[in-house]
């Protein structure tokens, strides 16, 4: 069985006011009738372009959008019927990695509250083994233990998605959701979160939905490759046959438009 099962998901979204201030009553179907499944260990990337639906999806898998239709079980549980302890019980297997490491850190918090938090509010851990834990999961990330101490403006981008990888690690998740995690940086830098990634995933033993609007970033860590355009899956299939014999017009589009991404030392 799969680790994770979604099937036949949709969202639509209002497409806003007309000149005269009004709500037209139209709706922009930003996900359409999408299927797709992710087996433990793997990666899957979800590529397309802005606008494509790839976060509205990703989203949804956790529950952070709430879907018009369709159904997500993880580990053979229906996640958008569950509540209560069953929901915080699936929410700590599964958790995400946001794309701005600037927006999804909350600048009055030290790095040891934000990367606490997760266990504060879903419990598990006891309040005096917090600080060991925080300091296991920066040297996981490549980040000093002195960093716990410090805001998140005082860091680059590039450390502050390391934190954010930390506090998603620190619940010991099954299932991450990796929204655009590098798109925010550099591509050196963005080589650098990639390679981290991957050795995190061997070292946690972690299944990713890894979304991007580049291929060649997908290349690098994916296992299989989702392509998604105006809200659908257009093709699907393992990272070799999407990059060296893809079938759609749209994905040999995406290949082209992006420069590779170069292995960057650890």
């Known amino acids: 069985m799969p680790l994770l099962q979604a099937e036949h998901l949709v969202k639509s979204f209002a497409s806003g006011q007309n000149a005269f201030g009004v709500g037209t009553g139209a709706r922009i179907r930003a996900v359409n009738d999408v ?55 699936l929410r700590r297997d599964m958790q995400i990695i946001f794309q701005d490491p600037v927006g999804s850190l909350d600048p009055r918090m030290t790095v040891e509250q934000i990367v606490s938090e997760p266990i504060l509010i879903h419990g598990g851990e006891p309040r005096r083994g917090l600080r060991q834990r925080a300091a296991e999961m920066m ?10 101490r410090r805001y998140p403006h005082e860091f680059s981008g590039g450390q502050r998605q390391r934190i954010g990888i930390a506090r998603a690690l620190m619940l010991r998740p099954r299932f991450i959701v990796a929204d655009e995690p590098v798109s925010a940086l550099d591509v050196s830098v963005g080589a650098q979160i990639v390679n981290l990634l991957r050795d995190l995933q061997k070292e946690f033993q972690l299944t990713y939905l ?21 809200g659908e899956l257009v093709e699907v299939g393992t990272t070799e046959q999407i990059v060296m014999a893809p079938r759609h017009e749209y994905t040999r589009t995406l290949l082209e438009a992006t420069p590779e991404l170069e292995a960057a030392p650890r």
């Open 35 to 89: 299927s797709f499944t992710i087996e433990a260990g793997e990666t899957l990337g979800l590529v397309g372009e802005s606008g494509s639906g790839k976060s509205t999806l990703g989203r949804m898998l956790l529950r952070l959008i709430e879907p018009d239709s369709g159904t997500v079980r993880f580990d053979g549980n229906d996640v958008l019927i569950a509540s209560g302890s069953e929901l915080r019980r």
């Open 139 to 148: 040297r996981a990330v490549g980040l000093d233990e002195s960093a716990l």
């Open 210 to 230: 890894f979304i991007s609007h580049s291929l060649p970033v997908v290349r690098y860590l994916a296992t299989r490759i989702a392509v998604m355009k105006q």
